[in-house]
Protein backbone atom coordinates (compact mmCIF):
# COMPACT_ATOMS: atom_id res chain seq x y z
CA UNK A 1 0.00 0.00 0.00
CA UNK A 2 1.15 3.35 -0.25
CA UNK A 3 2.74 5.01 2.83
CA UNK A 4 2.72 8.58 3.74
CA UNK A 5 6.21 10.44 4.15
CA UNK A 6 7.83 10.40 7.54
CA UNK A 7 8.51 14.13 8.27
CA UNK A 8 11.09 14.16 10.86
CA UNK A 9 11.41 16.86 13.09
CA UNK A 10 14.35 19.06 12.28
CA UNK A 11 17.41 18.58 13.94
CA UNK A 12 19.19 21.03 16.27
CA UNK A 13 22.12 21.18 14.93
CA UNK A 14 23.70 20.17 11.35
CA UNK A 15 27.42 19.55 10.36
CA UNK A 16 27.61 20.34 6.80
CA UNK A 17 30.61 20.78 4.59
CA UNK A 18 30.74 22.64 1.17
CA UNK A 19 34.26 20.92 0.25
CA UNK A 20 32.34 17.59 0.30
CA UNK A 21 29.63 18.16 -1.92
CA UNK A 22 31.50 19.23 -4.67
CA UNK A 23 33.11 16.80 -6.81
CA UNK A 24 36.40 15.94 -7.55
CA UNK A 25 36.35 16.25 -10.95
CA UNK A 26 34.73 19.63 -11.16
CA UNK A 27 36.07 22.14 -13.24
CA UNK A 28 36.86 24.86 -10.09
CA UNK A 29 38.10 22.28 -7.78
CA UNK A 30 41.32 22.11 -10.68
CA UNK A 31 40.93 25.57 -11.03
CA UNK A 32 41.36 26.56 -7.35
CA UNK A 33 44.85 25.26 -6.97
CA UNK A 34 46.13 27.79 -9.57
CA UNK A 35 44.57 30.61 -8.21
CA UNK A 36 46.92 32.67 -6.10
CA UNK A 37 45.39 35.75 -4.74
CA UNK A 38 47.61 36.58 -1.92
CA UNK A 39 48.56 40.29 -1.43
CA UNK A 40 45.60 41.09 -3.34
CA UNK A 41 43.90 43.47 -0.59
CA UNK A 42 47.88 45.09 0.17
CA UNK A 43 48.00 46.18 -3.73
CA UNK A 44 44.28 47.36 -3.67
CA UNK A 45 44.70 49.13 -0.21
CA UNK A 46 46.02 52.49 -1.85
CA UNK A 47 42.68 52.91 -3.05
CA UNK A 48 40.53 52.27 -0.41
CA UNK A 49 39.46 54.77 2.47
CA UNK A 50 40.62 54.44 5.78
CA UNK A 51 37.08 55.35 7.04
CA UNK A 52 33.95 54.29 6.45
CA UNK A 53 31.65 50.82 6.43
CA UNK A 54 33.88 48.16 4.99
CA UNK A 55 33.72 47.18 1.64
CA UNK A 56 33.15 43.84 -0.14
CA UNK A 57 35.91 42.12 -0.14
CA UNK A 58 38.05 42.50 -3.54
CA UNK A 59 39.40 38.57 -3.58
CA UNK A 60 34.99 37.60 -3.30
CA UNK A 61 34.83 39.83 -6.45
CA UNK A 62 38.01 38.70 -7.97
CA UNK A 63 36.71 34.70 -7.60
CA UNK A 64 33.16 35.74 -8.91
CA UNK A 65 34.37 37.05 -12.01
CA UNK A 66 36.50 34.03 -12.92
CA UNK A 67 33.57 32.01 -11.84
CA UNK A 68 31.63 34.12 -14.62
CA UNK A 69 34.11 34.17 -17.32
CA UNK A 70 35.50 29.92 -16.76
CA UNK A 71 31.65 29.31 -17.03
CA UNK A 72 30.63 31.42 -19.57
CA UNK A 73 28.22 33.53 -17.10
CA UNK A 74 28.07 36.81 -19.13
CA UNK A 75 25.79 38.81 -16.85
CA UNK A 76 26.84 39.98 -13.48
CA UNK A 77 23.40 39.87 -12.25
CA UNK A 78 22.78 36.37 -13.33
CA UNK A 79 26.31 35.69 -11.41
CA UNK A 80 25.58 36.50 -8.20
CA UNK A 81 21.91 34.59 -8.60
CA UNK A 82 24.33 31.46 -9.12
CA UNK A 83 27.20 32.35 -6.91
CA UNK A 84 23.97 32.75 -4.52
CA UNK A 85 22.26 29.01 -5.40
CA UNK A 86 25.06 26.88 -6.25
CA UNK A 87 27.38 25.14 -3.88
CA UNK A 88 30.20 24.69 -6.36
CA UNK A 89 30.51 28.51 -7.08
CA UNK A 90 29.95 29.10 -2.85
CA UNK A 91 32.75 26.44 -2.41
CA UNK A 92 35.08 28.38 -5.07
CA UNK A 93 34.39 32.09 -3.90
CA UNK A 94 34.88 30.80 0.12
CA UNK A 95 31.69 32.05 1.09
CA UNK A 96 30.48 29.41 3.22
CA UNK A 97 26.48 28.97 3.48
CA UNK A 98 25.89 31.82 4.72
CA UNK A 99 28.26 33.94 3.37
CA UNK A 100 25.90 37.36 1.42
CA UNK A 101 26.69 37.58 -1.94
CA UNK A 102 27.35 40.78 -3.35
CA UNK A 103 24.96 43.14 -5.10
CA UNK A 104 25.63 43.33 -8.90
CA UNK A 105 26.23 46.80 -9.29
CA UNK A 106 29.21 46.52 -6.34
CA UNK A 107 31.42 45.09 -9.78
CA UNK A 108 30.10 47.99 -11.58
CA UNK A 109 31.66 50.49 -8.93
CA UNK A 110 34.57 48.91 -8.35
CA UNK A 111 35.63 47.89 -12.01
CA UNK A 112 35.44 51.90 -12.70
CA UNK A 113 37.36 52.75 -10.24
CA UNK A 114 39.92 50.80 -8.12
CA UNK A 115 40.14 48.09 -10.29
CA UNK A 116 41.38 50.43 -13.35
CA UNK A 117 42.93 52.54 -10.92
CA UNK A 118 45.18 49.45 -9.95
CA UNK A 119 45.37 47.57 -13.19
CA UNK A 120 44.78 44.51 -10.55
CA UNK A 121 42.47 42.55 -14.08
CA UNK A 122 46.01 42.75 -16.33
CA UNK A 123 47.89 41.41 -13.11
CA UNK A 124 45.32 39.19 -12.33
CA UNK A 125 46.18 37.72 -16.05
CA UNK A 126 49.96 37.82 -15.40
CA UNK A 127 49.81 35.68 -11.50
CA UNK A 128 48.14 33.22 -14.06
CA UNK A 129 50.18 33.27 -16.98
CA UNK A 130 53.40 33.10 -14.23
CA UNK A 131 51.67 30.31 -12.96
CA UNK A 132 51.64 28.30 -16.26
CA UNK A 133 55.22 29.19 -16.48
CA UNK A 134 56.20 27.40 -13.79
CA UNK A 135 54.22 24.44 -14.60
CA UNK A 136 56.20 24.30 -17.29
CA UNK A 137 53.69 24.95 -19.67
CA UNK A 138 55.09 27.34 -21.66
CA UNK A 139 58.31 26.65 -24.07
CA UNK A 140 59.04 30.40 -25.03
CA UNK A 141 60.68 28.86 -28.34
CA UNK A 142 57.51 29.38 -30.83
CA UNK A 143 54.59 32.06 -30.45
CA UNK A 144 52.15 32.61 -32.64
CA UNK A 145 49.53 36.08 -32.67
CA UNK A 146 46.53 36.71 -34.18
CA UNK A 147 43.14 38.74 -33.67
CA UNK A 148 39.85 38.16 -34.08
CA UNK A 149 37.03 40.44 -34.05
CA UNK A 150 34.37 40.86 -31.24
CA UNK A 151 31.06 42.77 -31.92
CA UNK A 152 30.83 45.85 -29.38
CA UNK A 153 27.53 46.33 -27.06
CA UNK A 154 26.02 48.81 -29.31
CA UNK A 155 23.54 48.97 -32.23
CA UNK A 156 24.29 49.15 -36.12
CA UNK A 157 21.32 50.34 -36.63
CA UNK A 158 21.86 53.63 -34.66
CA UNK A 159 25.39 54.79 -36.12
CA UNK A 160 25.92 58.26 -37.17
CA UNK A 161 28.02 59.34 -40.32
CA UNK A 162 32.01 59.28 -39.29
CA UNK A 163 32.65 62.35 -41.41
CA UNK A 164 30.60 64.54 -39.01
CA UNK A 165 32.42 63.21 -36.15
CA UNK A 166 31.41 62.66 -32.72
CA UNK A 167 28.46 64.78 -31.33
CA UNK A 168 29.48 68.04 -28.90
CA UNK A 169 26.67 66.33 -26.41
CA UNK A 170 28.57 62.96 -26.09
CA UNK A 171 29.34 62.89 -22.44
CA UNK A 172 29.55 58.88 -21.75
CA UNK A 173 32.17 57.26 -19.95
CA UNK A 174 32.50 55.65 -23.56
CA UNK A 175 32.84 58.52 -24.79
CA UNK A 176 35.38 60.32 -22.47
CA UNK A 177 37.09 56.80 -22.82
CA UNK A 178 37.41 57.38 -26.49
CA UNK A 179 38.43 60.72 -26.72
CA UNK A 180 41.28 59.99 -24.29
CA UNK A 181 42.78 57.06 -26.85
CA UNK A 182 42.52 58.99 -29.88
CA UNK A 183 46.87 59.33 -29.81
CA UNK A 184 46.82 56.19 -28.99
CA UNK A 185 48.04 53.78 -32.17
CA UNK A 186 46.18 50.87 -31.26
CA UNK A 187 42.81 52.95 -31.49
CA UNK A 188 42.31 56.53 -32.46
CA UNK A 189 45.78 57.03 -34.30
CA UNK A 190 45.50 53.46 -36.03
CA UNK A 191 44.63 55.51 -38.95
CA UNK A 192 44.29 58.74 -40.25
CA UNK A 193 40.73 57.60 -42.30
CA UNK A 194 37.46 58.49 -40.44
CA UNK A 195 35.13 55.69 -40.37
CA UNK A 196 31.89 54.78 -42.37
CA UNK A 197 29.87 55.18 -39.28
CA UNK A 198 30.45 56.24 -35.42
CA UNK A 199 28.37 54.76 -32.45
CA UNK A 200 27.19 57.19 -30.35
CA UNK A 201 27.71 55.03 -27.21
CA UNK A 202 30.80 53.54 -28.01
CA UNK A 203 32.53 55.62 -30.14
CA UNK A 204 35.74 53.29 -30.24
CA UNK A 205 33.98 50.32 -31.54
CA UNK A 206 35.11 50.72 -35.50
CA UNK A 207 32.62 50.21 -38.19
CA UNK A 208 33.99 46.78 -40.37
CA UNK A 209 33.05 44.68 -42.82
CA UNK A 210 35.94 42.15 -42.68
CA UNK A 211 33.73 39.04 -42.18
CA UNK A 212 31.86 39.30 -45.45
CA UNK A 213 28.26 39.74 -44.60
CA UNK A 214 26.88 42.38 -42.91
CA UNK A 215 28.57 45.05 -41.37
CA UNK A 216 29.17 46.01 -37.42
CA UNK A 217 30.38 47.80 -34.70
CA UNK A 218 33.26 45.59 -32.92
CA UNK A 219 36.86 45.85 -31.27
CA UNK A 220 39.97 43.29 -31.68
CA UNK A 221 40.72 40.93 -29.44
CA UNK A 222 44.58 40.29 -30.25
CA UNK A 223 46.50 37.06 -28.96
CA UNK A 224 50.01 36.35 -28.32
CA UNK A 225 50.41 32.47 -27.71
CA UNK A 226 53.03 29.97 -26.95
CA UNK A 227 53.02 27.22 -29.63
CA UNK A 228 53.65 24.18 -26.92
CA UNK A 229 50.76 24.18 -25.08
CA UNK A 230 48.19 27.15 -26.74
CA UNK A 231 48.99 29.04 -23.81
CA UNK A 232 47.80 32.89 -23.77
CA UNK A 233 51.34 34.68 -23.00
CA UNK A 234 49.52 38.30 -23.58
CA UNK A 235 46.80 40.01 -25.02
CA UNK A 236 45.39 43.07 -26.25
CA UNK A 237 42.47 45.17 -27.48
CA UNK A 238 42.63 47.43 -30.08
CA UNK A 239 40.02 48.76 -32.53
CA UNK A 240 39.19 46.45 -36.11
CA UNK A 241 42.27 47.59 -38.39
CA UNK A 242 44.66 45.40 -39.54
CA UNK A 243 47.34 48.63 -38.96
CA UNK A 244 46.34 48.29 -34.90
CA UNK A 245 46.56 44.45 -35.11
CA UNK A 246 49.85 44.70 -36.36
CA UNK A 247 50.97 47.36 -33.80
CA UNK A 248 49.04 45.45 -31.06
CA UNK A 249 51.68 42.67 -31.91
CA UNK A 250 54.65 44.18 -31.42
CA UNK A 251 53.87 45.56 -28.31
CA UNK A 252 52.76 42.42 -26.79
CA UNK A 253 56.43 40.73 -28.53
CA UNK A 254 58.31 43.32 -26.50
CA UNK A 255 56.04 43.41 -23.36
CA UNK A 256 56.31 39.15 -22.66
CA UNK A 257 60.02 39.83 -23.05
CA UNK A 258 60.09 42.62 -20.91
CA UNK A 259 57.95 40.88 -18.04
CA UNK A 260 58.71 37.49 -18.35
CA UNK A 261 61.95 37.36 -20.63
CA UNK A 262 60.54 35.24 -23.18
CA UNK A 263 62.49 35.84 -26.42
CA UNK A 264 60.82 33.80 -28.86
CA UNK A 265 62.63 32.24 -31.99
CA UNK A 266 60.10 32.38 -34.46
CA UNK A 267 56.64 33.93 -34.65
CA UNK A 268 53.62 32.72 -36.70
CA UNK A 269 51.02 34.42 -38.14
CA UNK A 270 48.57 35.00 -41.22
CA UNK A 271 49.26 37.70 -43.75
CA UNK A 272 48.21 40.57 -41.43
CA UNK A 273 51.52 40.73 -40.26
CA UNK A 274 53.33 40.32 -43.71
CA UNK A 275 54.01 43.42 -44.36
CA UNK A 276 57.41 44.45 -45.14
CA UNK A 277 57.73 46.93 -42.38
CA UNK A 278 56.65 44.33 -39.90
CA UNK A 279 58.71 41.24 -41.02
CA UNK A 280 61.92 43.34 -41.29
CA UNK A 281 60.99 44.81 -37.41
CA UNK A 282 61.40 40.94 -36.50
CA UNK A 283 64.52 39.90 -38.47
CA UNK A 284 66.69 42.76 -38.38
CA UNK A 285 65.42 44.44 -34.97
CA UNK A 286 64.21 41.00 -32.75
CA UNK A 287 65.98 38.28 -34.24
CA UNK A 288 63.14 35.73 -34.72
CA UNK A 289 62.68 34.04 -37.81
CA UNK A 290 59.08 35.15 -39.36
CA UNK A 291 56.97 32.22 -40.23
CA UNK A 292 54.40 34.48 -41.62
CA UNK A 293 52.77 34.93 -45.23
CA UNK A 294 54.16 37.84 -46.78
CA UNK A 295 51.74 40.15 -47.73
CA UNK A 296 52.21 40.79 -51.38
CA UNK A 297 50.49 42.71 -54.23
CA UNK A 298 53.33 42.69 -56.57
CA UNK A 299 51.15 40.06 -58.96
CA UNK A 300 49.40 41.39 -61.95
CA UNK A 301 46.74 40.19 -63.95
CA UNK A 302 46.98 41.95 -67.15
CA UNK A 303 49.32 39.78 -69.01
CA UNK A 304 52.74 41.49 -68.27
CA UNK A 305 55.29 40.13 -66.13
CA UNK A 306 54.93 40.83 -62.40
CA UNK A 307 57.98 41.47 -60.51
CA UNK A 308 58.32 37.35 -59.54
CA UNK A 309 59.75 37.18 -63.14
CA UNK A 310 62.67 39.51 -62.50
CA UNK A 311 65.40 38.08 -60.75
CA UNK A 312 67.48 39.68 -58.38
CA UNK A 313 71.36 39.64 -57.99
CA UNK A 314 72.12 40.05 -54.31
CA UNK A 315 76.03 40.41 -55.20
CA UNK A 316 75.40 42.28 -57.44
CA UNK A 317 72.33 44.68 -56.60
CA UNK A 318 70.28 44.36 -59.73
CA UNK A 319 67.28 42.47 -61.48
CA UNK A 320 67.55 41.08 -64.55
CA UNK A 321 64.48 40.61 -66.74
CA UNK A 322 63.43 38.02 -68.69
CA UNK A 323 65.34 38.99 -71.65
CA UNK A 324 68.03 39.03 -69.53
CA UNK A 325 68.56 42.74 -69.03
CA UNK A 326 70.06 44.68 -66.11
CA UNK A 327 67.96 46.74 -64.37
CA UNK A 328 69.65 49.04 -61.35
CA UNK A 329 69.34 51.66 -58.66
CA UNK A 330 70.48 54.83 -58.04
CA UNK A 331 69.68 54.53 -54.49
CA UNK A 332 67.53 57.32 -54.51
CA UNK A 333 64.60 56.07 -51.73
CA UNK A 334 60.96 56.79 -52.65
CA UNK A 335 57.57 56.17 -50.33
CA UNK A 336 58.81 57.66 -47.13
CA UNK A 337 62.26 56.30 -47.42
CA UNK A 338 60.97 52.84 -47.44
CA UNK A 339 61.08 51.50 -51.47
CA UNK A 340 64.56 51.72 -53.61
CA UNK A 341 63.42 52.07 -57.39
CA UNK A 342 65.48 49.59 -60.21
CA UNK A 343 65.12 51.20 -63.74
CA UNK A 344 66.12 49.24 -67.14
CA UNK A 345 67.51 51.34 -69.80
CA UNK A 346 65.92 52.58 -72.71
CA UNK A 347 68.40 51.24 -75.21
CA UNK A 348 67.17 47.96 -73.71
CA UNK A 349 63.81 48.12 -73.54
CA UNK A 350 62.98 50.15 -76.86
CA UNK A 351 63.91 47.15 -78.90
CA UNK A 352 63.44 44.52 -76.94
CA UNK A 353 60.60 41.70 -78.68
CA UNK A 354 59.09 41.22 -74.82
CA UNK A 355 58.46 45.05 -74.05
CA UNK A 356 54.79 44.56 -74.75
CA UNK A 357 54.82 41.64 -72.30
CA UNK A 358 56.98 43.95 -70.43
CA UNK A 359 55.92 47.78 -70.21
CA UNK A 360 53.96 48.27 -73.20
CA UNK A 361 52.51 51.99 -71.89
CA UNK A 362 55.73 53.53 -70.41
CA UNK A 363 59.15 53.59 -72.08
CA UNK A 364 61.16 51.42 -69.59
CA UNK A 365 60.60 49.05 -66.91
CA UNK A 366 60.69 49.81 -62.89
CA UNK A 367 60.93 47.49 -60.33
CA UNK A 368 59.99 48.92 -56.73
CA UNK A 369 62.04 46.83 -53.92
CA UNK A 370 61.43 47.29 -50.38
CA UNK A 371 64.53 47.94 -47.96
CA UNK A 372 63.35 45.07 -46.16
CA UNK A 373 62.90 42.75 -48.94
CA UNK A 374 65.59 40.44 -47.21
CA UNK A 375 63.13 39.66 -44.47
CA UNK A 376 60.39 39.29 -47.47
CA UNK A 377 62.57 37.01 -49.19
CA UNK A 378 63.06 35.06 -45.76
CA UNK A 379 59.91 34.74 -44.72
CA UNK A 380 59.37 33.27 -48.09
CA UNK A 381 61.74 30.94 -47.80
CA UNK A 382 60.79 29.56 -44.91
CA UNK A 383 57.16 28.61 -46.29
CA UNK A 384 58.32 26.41 -48.86
CA UNK A 385 59.21 23.33 -47.27
CA UNK A 386 57.80 21.36 -44.67
CA UNK A 387 58.61 23.78 -41.78
CA UNK A 388 56.16 26.29 -43.40
CA UNK A 389 53.21 23.70 -43.53
CA UNK A 390 54.11 22.90 -40.00
CA UNK A 391 53.58 26.37 -38.73
CA UNK A 392 50.62 27.16 -40.62
CA UNK A 393 48.79 24.00 -38.76
CA UNK A 394 50.25 25.47 -35.65
CA UNK A 395 48.87 28.85 -35.88
CA UNK A 396 45.13 27.25 -36.10
CA UNK A 397 46.13 26.76 -32.32
CA UNK A 398 45.06 30.75 -31.44
CA UNK A 399 41.97 30.33 -34.04
CA UNK A 400 40.62 27.83 -32.04
CA UNK A 401 41.34 29.90 -28.71
CA UNK A 402 39.12 32.33 -30.41
CA UNK A 403 36.92 29.89 -31.27
CA UNK A 404 36.42 28.48 -27.55
CA UNK A 405 36.28 32.60 -26.48
CA UNK A 406 32.79 32.49 -28.57
CA UNK A 407 31.16 29.41 -28.60
CA UNK A 408 32.22 28.03 -24.90
CA UNK A 409 33.28 31.07 -22.98
CA UNK A 410 30.34 33.02 -25.22
CA UNK A 411 32.19 35.86 -25.57
CA UNK A 412 31.37 36.71 -29.01
CA UNK A 413 29.73 39.88 -27.53
CA UNK A 414 30.93 42.44 -25.39
CA UNK A 415 29.04 43.86 -22.60
CA UNK A 416 31.34 46.41 -21.52
CA UNK A 417 31.99 49.46 -23.74
CA UNK A 418 34.72 51.81 -24.30
CA UNK A 419 38.44 51.14 -24.90
CA UNK A 420 38.75 49.98 -21.14
CA UNK A 421 35.70 47.88 -20.92
CA UNK A 422 37.21 45.45 -24.07
CA UNK A 423 40.17 45.55 -22.29
CA UNK A 424 38.38 44.61 -18.94
CA UNK A 425 36.84 41.40 -20.92
CA UNK A 426 39.90 39.98 -22.76
CA UNK A 427 41.56 40.24 -19.90
CA UNK A 428 39.31 38.46 -17.71
CA UNK A 429 38.73 36.19 -20.39
CA UNK A 430 42.38 34.77 -21.49
CA UNK A 431 43.04 34.49 -17.78
CA UNK A 432 39.98 32.23 -17.48
CA UNK A 433 41.58 30.19 -20.41
CA UNK A 434 44.62 29.42 -18.90
CA UNK A 435 43.00 28.64 -16.12
CA UNK A 436 41.50 26.61 -18.02
CA UNK A 437 43.90 25.01 -19.67
CA UNK A 438 46.12 24.38 -16.26
CA UNK A 439 43.51 22.03 -15.01
CA UNK A 440 42.93 20.50 -18.24
CA UNK A 441 46.68 19.62 -18.56
CA UNK A 442 47.73 19.13 -14.59
CA UNK A 443 45.29 16.49 -13.00
CA UNK A 444 44.22 16.87 -10.15
CA UNK A 445 46.02 14.12 -7.60
CA UNK A 446 43.85 11.71 -5.98
CA UNK A 447 44.33 9.96 -2.57
CA UNK A 448 46.48 6.90 -2.66
CA UNK A 449 43.76 4.02 -0.83
CA UNK A 450 45.37 3.19 2.99
Partial sequence: MMGARQVEQGALFYEFSLDTHVPADHLLRSIDRFVDLTGLRQELAPFYATMGRPSVDPELMIRMLIVGYCLGIRSERRLCDEVHLNLAYRWFC??????????????????????????????LFERVLA???????????????????????????????????????AVSRAAQEYLAVLDEAAFGAATSIPPKFIS??????????????????????????????AIIVD?????????????????????????????????AGDSSYGSAEMLGWLVYEQGIEPHISVFDKSG?????????????????????????????????????????????????????????????????????????????DMARDIARPEEGKTS??????????????????????????GPNGARDEFHLAAAAQNLRKLAKLIPVLQPSPA
Fill in 94 to 123: QLGLEGQVPDHSTFSKNRHGRFRDSDLLRR
Fill in 131 to 169: RCIAEGLVGGEGFAVDGSLIKADTSRQKGVEGSAGLRPE
Fill in 200 to 229: PVDPAARWTGAHGGQAFFAYTANYLIDLDH
Fill in 235 to 267: VEATTAMRQAEVTAAKRMIERSRECFDLYPARL
Fill in 300 to 376: RTDGTFSRADFTYDQPGDIYRCPAGKVLATTGTLVNDGATLLYRASKVDCAPCPLKQRCCPAASVRKIPRSIYEGAR
Fill in 392 to 417: RRERKKVEMLFAHLKRILKLDRLRLR
